[in-house]
């Protein structure tokens, strides 16, 4: 029989450093932490049992086994669950996900070195935690139903791991503990029984240990003898069936942190029954932070929520139970009107599968609105956390948009930076006369507050929702309206913001007379800028500025076309409409020159640096920044020469 010495990859290396040496608190989650992972093991094994009776092997009480030893000062936890084969091991427990782990690092870099229980969380280090307890671990396992290969694998944390060929009778894992010197409470019976406890009491399967008790021989004598029996230290009642005001939050918050591997306590627990023609029971939580690679991971659409027949894990895959937009939903759905043995493939189509979809939608949203309503502080936090997520329903879902626009925040030009206002807050607030409500997408607050497409909405004081999610600008676009007001972007179409709440003749007509006075001005900028702009006009959203680019009604707006250019780089740029501000003294004294036919030589190249000036405001790349930058130097120097002539 071989052993082979393999090593840890550099970063899973310096990560265990940090596990053994940082984490001095809450040594005891490591218990949890391998009930956990045997339990996990167990659901997988009885799953699969359910298609495949072969790998009971003869053994069919599902059970996590905890065993002390004194003199050799070792703890194991045994499961008879689905074991592992050699690659198994090497992957699972040899190595970390190292994108996983490079990103861990960071975060401890950020937080100056400490290492705190919610990093650990976040990062899901399970196994690892062995570690803090122990100077050497020795895992024994065997994958269900392949009794030759059994694997012992073991490591004291420093460096390198050993991995050998071995024997075991029966499936699943051993994890044997070497404690350190000062760990050995962990030997004594009271203190894993209070760690068990406190932990793992809901666990499913019964976590078991051999306890030694003196028991009287007879019931007169005083004689004793010293016997050995088995105990359940857990109720293993499945939380989610007890009624709800026998529940904790311990309670909760500890089966919380059971099924998400997450750290911290939930921000919130929605548990409920439904009773009738579909009977089920769920158990959901809203975490307070999404796990680390929440974001970035595309399959972990729908691993948040377990599915379990009458109390029996079923999957935590099952895409139909859940709709993409609650991805960040983590807990457990029991359902009594499931076969038992459904397979994964099937449970998509199920009726009874549909309906608890609906009915889990129905009340998440049903406790997000309540909460928005009583607890602004909490779904703010919950809102920054997971509100892009949210907001996807309102594209994806067209039966709840309404609902997931009434939940839904923004942050507006009457907000201070990092607050939001909810649309109806934003109706409230609106003047009887304005009839839109209006928004502008783009990549931050900052950059929109300096956008000149503001200008006359900060005059006439009419709120603004600032719209910074990359996913708005695709969110939005189903958005058309809210509570019959249409939405409306200030960058896109006709805008006249004086024009709210006058005479629609009145503002015609003036309109009509700038127009007139304008006409020989816009033809030239018409005819000079005819190949970058799709068309000239006069603008009524300038105060300031003397021009302004926006898209025209049904064109893709400025910042929709940066996010796909930055995926499709050959994207051909949209044709944009030049608006010029005609109360600007520049464009005021440019319109008579042009009018009395005294057409400044340089008239050309003001047109050309208006629309470059144009592009810088809207955030957009100039399409020839070396002759922009010549003909502003060039206007310096005439306006210099300029002064000099004057002196
Ligand atoms: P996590 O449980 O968060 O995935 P761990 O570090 O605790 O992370 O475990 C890593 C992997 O090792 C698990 O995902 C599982 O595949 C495997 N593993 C750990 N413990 C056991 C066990 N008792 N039986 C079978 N597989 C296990």
Redesign the pocket.
């Known amino acids: 029989m071989s052993t082979k010495r393999r090593k840890f990859k550099t970063e899973v290396q310096h990560l265990l450093n940090l596990v053994i040496h940082s984490l001095y608190t809450n040594r005891e989650i490591f218990l949890r932490?391998?009930i956990?992972?045997?339990s996990?093991?167990i659901d997988r094994a009885r799953f699969e049992s359910l298609s495949d009776n072969s790998i009971l092997e003869n053994d069919p009480d599902w059970k996590i086994t905890i065993r002390t030893d004194k003199d050799a000062k070792t703890i194991t936890i045994s499961?008879n669950?689905?074991?592992?084969n050699p690659e198994?091991v090497d992957k699972?427990?040899g190595t970390?996900a190292s994108s996983g782990t490079r990103y861990f690092l960071e975060q401890m870099e950020k937080a100056d070195g400490q290492l705190t229980p919610e990093l650990i969380g976040q990062f899901?280090?399970?196994?690892?935690s062995a570690f803090m307890v122990a100077d050497k671990v020795t895992v024994i396992?065997r994958r269900a139903g392949d009794p030759a290969n059994a694997t012992r694998w073991e490591s004291t944390g420093s460096g390198s791991y050993t991995v050998a060929e071995t024997t075991k009778d029966k499936r699943?894992?051993d994890?044997v503990l070497h404690l350190k010197d000062d760990m050995t409470e962990y030997l004594d019976e009271w203190k894993i029984r209070q760690v068990v406890k406190k932990y793992s009491d809901f666990v499913e399967h019964p976590v078991t240990m051999d306890v030694t008790r003196e028991e009287k021989v007879d019931d007169e004598g005083d004689k004793t003898k010293t016997v050995v029996k088995e105990e359940t230290l857990n109720s293993q009642k499945a939380i989610w069936a007890r009624p709800r005001n026998e529940i904790t939050q311990e309670e909760y918050s500890e089966f919380y942190k059971h099924v998400s591997?997450d750290f911290q306590d939930p921000l919130k627990v929605i548990h409920w029954n439904v009773e009738g023609a579909t009977e089920f029971r769920a158990l959901l939580f809203l975490p307070e932070k999404a796990p680390f690679d929440f974001f970035t991971q595309s399959d972990n659409q729908s691993r948040g929520i377990q599915l379990y027949v009458k109390r029996v894990f079923i999957t935590d895959n099952c895409e139909a139970l859940v709709p993409s937009y609650l991805r960040f939903l983590r807990g457990v759905v029991d359902s009594s009107d499931l076969p038992l043995n459904i397979s994964r493939e099937t449970l998509q189509e199920e009726k009874v599968i549909r309906i608890i979809r609906k009915n889990l939608i129905k009340k998440v949203l049903d406790t997000l609105e309540e909460v928005k309503d009583k607890d602004r502080d909490q779904y703010v936090t919950f809102w920054k956390e997971f509100g892009k997520v949210l907001k996807e329903g309102i594209h994806l879902d067209l039966g709840n948009r309404e609902r997931l626009q009434h939940i839904t925040l923004f942050e507006s030009s009457k907000t201070d930076a990092g607050s939001f206002t909810s649309m109806d807050d934003y109706i409230e607030r609106m003047p009887e006369e304005q009839e839109a409500i209006y928004y502008i997408t783009g990549e931050s607050r900052e950059l929109l507050e300096q956008s000149p497409l503001l200008e006359a909405f900060r005059k006439h004081e009419i709120e603004v929702l600032l719209m910074t999610d990359p996913v708005d600008e695709w969110v939005v676009q189903s958005m058309t309206s809210y509570q019959d007001k249409p939405l409306k972007s200030i960058a896109k179409g006709d805008i006249d913001v004086d024009a709210i709440g006058k005479d629609e003749e009145e503002i015609k007509e003036a309109k009509e007379k700038t127009e007139k006075q304008y006409k020989q001005l816009i033809a030239f900028f018409k005819d000079t800028l005819k190949d970058k702009v799709k068309d000239i006009k006069l603008s009524q959203r300038l105060t300031d500025s003397p021009c302004c680019l926006v898209s025209d009604e049904a064109d893709m707006g400025v910042h929709m076309e940066k996010i796909l250019k930055a995926l499709h780089k050959d994207l051909p740029p949209t044709k944009r409409i030049l608006e010029i501000n005609p109360q600007h003294p520049l464009l005021k004294t440019m319109n008579s020159l042009i009018k009395n036919e005294k057409k400044h030589y340089k008239a050309e190249e003001y047109a050309e640096l208006l629309y470059d000036q144009a592009l810088l405001t809207a955030n957009l790349p100039l399409e020839d920044p070396l002759t922009f930058a010549k003909r502003v130097s060039q206007i310096m120097a005439s306006e210099g020469s300029m002064l000099s002539d004057k002196k």
């Open positions: 932490e391998l956990s992972n045997a996990d093991a499961d669950g689905i074991g592992m198994e699972n427990i970390i899901g280090v399970g196994f690892y396992t699943g894992t994890v591997h």
